[in-house]
């Protein structure tokens, strides 16, 4: 048991927001921010299920969430857990979302990630993050309906992963990569996201689709900016998503006019991210981003990150009661 | 003008086979194998053209070539290179075919390559391979329609090779990866074998696909034999040429078997290729594949190499005459 849990049996632990997929890699790279983060506290208890007692937080979506274990990723990434480790315990688990939902961030996944870090402390012989992967796919899958680690993988390592069924590999970031994130106040039709994806795919642009990503990949291993930028460009996914996503156009362009490598979708939307080869250019093109939402009516929040963003990691667990 | 070519007035190079694509890379990625070649002999002339004085060799289609400059790789290679440079002599070209025409191993690259590293030796200020890469897409553009590169690039540069419109990226290639290319006796419908690809792709295969790209890419650069393995896998294409070619399941299976990496259709067929953690792996296993075409009633060639192929270079010109 860390130092962290040992005060008063609660162990708590944040998992930041992160950007799954990265445009070109669908389901399959995603990356870190350093922006909104769900904090999830838990404790051990003398049941043998796990009991979500609050969800606390006034992000978008919060209030809907289930409170009952099965239907909630934090829940069901710790019944797994339990079951996996044949535990003689349950699980106590306090969320406080931070991450609104549906915004393309990964906010379902993050508590689970979170649920995960902070009861993994709790253990006689804590797991390795490479051994939480499953049980955090198990979690987000509650919430998406399948089994893609393009969110949870860079919450539980940070920085750019590749999410892959049964494992995760983490990937080269340069130093000097930044990210811009700009959420605006729209609602997504996630059902729709997903459905305009189903007509299939031309062979121009599953090929072109492959070679902008073996450009991304060689520009990362690389440090390559030319190849990242000629790299980060989705041909499949975003030409059928980005209509639903109103001032995509524009935001995008704002984006590149600015300097930006690249610019993309994050998630399903709304957010829409771009990468940039210093803090200074990412900082001026968030605000050019924000101006192109607002032209197109909506509010914003920008979050601007290092490409390499953090991981899951515990806090102190002050404050929390049942 | 090259020590080689001073003797006589002829230029002599070599361009090697290559596998193009190498399956999860459609259009994209090549290697160079130690295996056939075609030679081809350069020499200035008086006039302002290009003359195919005479095309040698006896493998399979070397007597439908066209001798016309304007229809043949190595002859519309070299116009184009005239031109660029603003050549004030034009060339002789006699063209030896090593390599079988349809074999799917690079045989209209090959000629167009060869010659232009044997004129290129002719030239007061010689380009680079680099240099030489669009005369080369323009050259091979004459056989295939269109510019690809993924034969071209690893032949002017050697091993595996990334083709991109305006440049190629050579890729690290471990010293241990081997490969077996087995070309059967069968002709391929070439027309067949580009229509099978032209209806859509799900979704689900693209990004399959993707993903297999990511971890062969990713297990090159880290010389990690169970990535390069787990990635070496075509879903797109091969499923749609494979039973084009008589025999293919079986030589895949006796690969496979053999403990092959991966395996797949070079180019467009009916050549197989395998790739292999060891030279002596890869030998018994070019004799199982072999047997799998013979049981199939196909009698076959079977070529050695290393992954790191060889690339195009200058040879003695001794015996070339007019």
Chains 1, 2 share one sequence.
């Not at 315990?89 to 379902?108: C, H, M, Q, R, T």
């Not at 996914?237 to 980005?242: I, T």
Request: glycine share 12%.
């Amino acid at each position: 048991m860390s130092e962290a849990a040992r005060s008063d049996g609660w162990s708590r632990a944040f998992a930041p927001a992160s950007v799954g997929n990265i445009g070109v890699g669908f389901d399959l790279l995603g990356f870190s921010i350093d922006g909104p983060r769900d904090v999830v506290s838990v404790r051990r208890s003398g049941g043998d299920g796990v009991r979500i007692l609050r969800i606390e937080g006034d992000v978008p979506g919060a209030r809907d969430l289930p409170l009952e274990a099965e239907a909630n990723t934090a829940g069901r990434a710790l019944l797994e857990l339990r079951q996996a480790i044949g535990a003689g315990f349950g699980f106590d688990v306090v969320i406080e979302k931070g991450i609104a939902l549906g915004s393309g961030l990964g906010g379902s996944a993050a508590s689970c990630v979170a649920a995960l870090v902070a009861a993994n402390a709790l253990l006689e012989r804590p797991l390795s993050r490479d051994e939480l992967y499953r049980f955090a796919l198990d979690g987000e899958s509650v919430s998406s309906g399948s089994r893609h680690g393009d969110n949870v993988a860079p919450m539980l390592l940070g920085g750019v992963v590749m999410a892959l069924e049964d494992r995760m590999i983490p990937l080269p970031v340069p130093d000097w990569l930044w990210s811009v994130v700009v959420h605006p106040d729209q609602v997504l039709h996630t059902r729709r996201a997903r459905e305009v994806l189903q007509a299939p795919y031309s062979l121009h642009d599953a090929v072109a689709q492959s070679r902008h990503l073996a450009l991304f990949l060689t520009g990362l291993q690389r440090e390559d900016r030319r190849l990242i930028g000629e790299g980060l460009r989705d041909v499949l996914v975003e030409p059928r998503r980005s209509s639903l996503i109103p001032g995509f156009d524009a935001v995008k362009a704002a984006a590149l006019d600015s300097g930006a490598l690249g610019a993309s979708i994050s998630g399903a939307g709304p957010s829409v991210f771009a990468w940039f080869e210093s803090r200074d250019l990412a900082d001026a093109a968030g605000h050019a981003m924000q101006q192109a939402f607002a032209n197109a009516g909506f509010a914003s929040r920008c979050y601007l990150s290092p490409v390499a963003g953090p991981r899951s990691e515990s806090l102190p667990a002050t404050g929390v009661s049942a």
